[in-house]
């Protein structure tokens, strides 16, 4: 198998083998979930688990913020952090310092407790992969799940698409973007998406669940396009998106064009997806605008039958999916010409 998610028909199969569930579980493992939600008392807890393998550099801080992001987007408070840490054999003493101090920090700024883990050198890894999980809280009254578009809802893109994958290629491709014309600052800027715009939305998913959404996703591994197809296989909707209305940052266009890469299939954490009924989106775009966060209405959903388009131009066309995402593919193809 290549790099990147399992395909969905093959997850969708292994997880239809699995046993029954605890009735205590009220969301468990689906295609296109952002996380599980188990009732514990009167309360819930949400749990999500995320590895960070395509970045080489600040996976500590990576780490945390993905799965906060996972965690709001069901409408929870990110609480407890636990993070399994496999090392090459050639890190050294300063590399596991630093990787911590990300993860202290990142947790610092999100107000979430590290609560343990698992820390090994193996030489079953070439480069130091971290995989997180995080738990958080809500009421059952404030879940919020991807399966709960309807035809007819409002489509919202909250912030730019392929944030963290405009950061991750100018930080791991860098000097191939210098090759193909891309100048000294212009890469700087596009290192510190990371940072401005940033890739949490905790802030805006909190923003937006207050004010009433029928359903978030954190669209991440594999880009707009596969998170939509995610919502969509999730809520049994058809949509309709609207190519002209993505926002796409000027520089994510820059890096994508010079290394060929397509930015609807860019991983893109910095992004939330959310699903809105036609009387409630003035509210959330209001929301939002008050946080201070970039939305737009980008699409509609339809009845499953209608299938997923992309309107370009006024024209109608399948919405493209990707086996993979981008930055997978652009590894593989810099492996094999090594």
Same mark, same amino acid.
């Given at each position: 198998?290549?790099?990147?998610?399992?395909?969905?028909?093959?997850?969708?199969?292994?997880?239809?083998? +699995?046993?029954?569930?605890?009735?205590?579980?009220?969301?468990?493992?689906?295609?296109?979930?952002?996380?599980?939600?188990?009732?514990?008392?009167?309360?819930?807890?949400?749990?999500?688990?995320?590895?960070?393998?395509?970045?080489?550099?600040?996976?500590?801080?990576?780490?945390?913020?993905?799965?906060?992001?996972?965690?709001?987007?069901?409408?929870?408070?990110?609480?407890?952090?636990?993070?399994?840490? &496999? &090392?090459?054999?050639?890190?050294?003493?300063?590399?596991?310092?630093?990787?911590?101090?990300?993860?202290?920090? =990142? %947790?610092?700024?999100?107000?979430? =407790?590290?609560?343990?883990?698992?820390?090994?050198?193996?030489?079953?890894?070439?480069?130091?992969?971290?995989?997180? %999980?995080? +738990?958080?809280?809500?009421?059952?009254? !404030?879940?919020?799940?991807?399966?709960?578009?309807?035809?007819?809802?409002?489509?919202?893109? %909250?912030?730019?698409?392929?944030?963290?994958?405009?950061?991750?290629?100018?930080?791991?491709?860098?000097?191939?973007?210098? !090759?193909?014309?891309?100048?000294?600052?212009?890469?700087?800027?596009?290192?510190?998406?990371?940072?401005?715009?940033?890739?949490?939305?905790?802030?805006?998913?909190?923003?937006?669940?207050?004010?009433?959404?029928? =359903?978030?996703?954190?669209?991440?591994?594999?880009?707009?396009?596969?998170?939509?197809?995610?919502?969509? &296989?999730?809520?049994?909707?058809?949509?309709?998106?609207?190519?002209?209305?993505?926002?796409?940052?000027?520089?994510?266009?820059?890096?994508?064009?010079? +290394?060929?890469?397509?930015? +609807?299939?860019?991983?893109?954490?910095?992004?939330? &997806?959310?699903?809105?009924?036609?009387?409630?989106?003035?509210?959330?775009?209001?929301?939002?605008?008050?946080?201070?966060?970039?939305?737009?209405?980008?699409?509609?959903?339809?009845?499953?039958?209608?299938?997923?388009?992309?309107?370009?131009?006024?024209?109608?066309?399948?919405?493209?999916?990707?086996?993979?995402?981008?930055?997978?593919?652009?590894?593989?193809?810099?492996?094999?010409?090594?």
């Amino acid at each position: 198998m290549k790099q990147g998610k399992l395909p969905h028909e093959l997850l969708a199969s292994l997880l239809g083998r +699995l046993p029954a569930r605890d009735p205590r579980v009220i969301v468990g493992p689906r295609v296109g979930e952002d996380a599980a939600a188990v009732r514990v008392g009167d309360g819930l807890i949400v749990a999500g688990m995320d590895p960070i393998t395509f970045a080489t550099d600040l996976i500590g801080w990576y780490a945390v913020h993905v799965n906060a992001n996972d965690i709001a987007v069901m409408g929870a408070e990110p609480k407890w952090f636990l993070a399994a840490l &496999l &090392l090459p054999e050639d890190a050294t003493e300063e590399d596991v310092v630093s990787i911590f101090d990300q993860l202290v920090e =990142a %947790c610092e700024e999100l107000g979430i =407790a590290p609560i343990g883990g698992h820390t090994e050198v193996t030489s079953s890894v070439e480069r130091p992969v971290l995989v997180g %999980c995080m +738990l958080g809280e809500t009421d059952p009254k !404030r879940l919020v799940t991807t399966d709960g578009a309807c035809s007819g809802d409002a489509i919202i893109l %909250c912030g730019a698409v392929a944030i963290e994958g405009t950061a991750i290629l100018a930080r791991e491709m860098a000097e191939l973007l210098r !090759r193909n014309g891309m100048g000294e600052e212009a890469v700087a800027r596009a290192r510190d998406f990371l940072f401005d715009p940033g890739i949490s939305v905790v802030a805006a998913a909190r923003a937006a669940a207050e004010v009433g959404v029928t =359903a978030m996703h954190d669209p991440t591994e594999g880009g707009l396009a596969t998170g939509l197809l995610e919502l969509a &296989l999730a809520s049994k909707v058809g949509l309709e998106i609207e190519a002209e209305r993505i926002p796409v940052l000027p520089l994510t266009r820059e890096v994508c064009g010079r +290394l060929g890469v397509d930015p +609807l299939g860019l991983i893109a954490s910095g992004a939330l &997806l959310m699903t809105v009924r036609p009387e409630g989106v003035d509210g959330v775009l209001r929301a939002l605008e008050e946080l201070g966060r970039e939305a737009a209405v980008i699409g509609r959903a339809l009845p499953e039958s209608e299938g997923l388009s992309l309107v370009v131009e006024g024209k109608r066309q399948p919405l493209p999916r990707f086996t993979r995402d981008e930055v997978a593919r652009l590894f593989d193809e810099s492996d094999e010409r090594e």
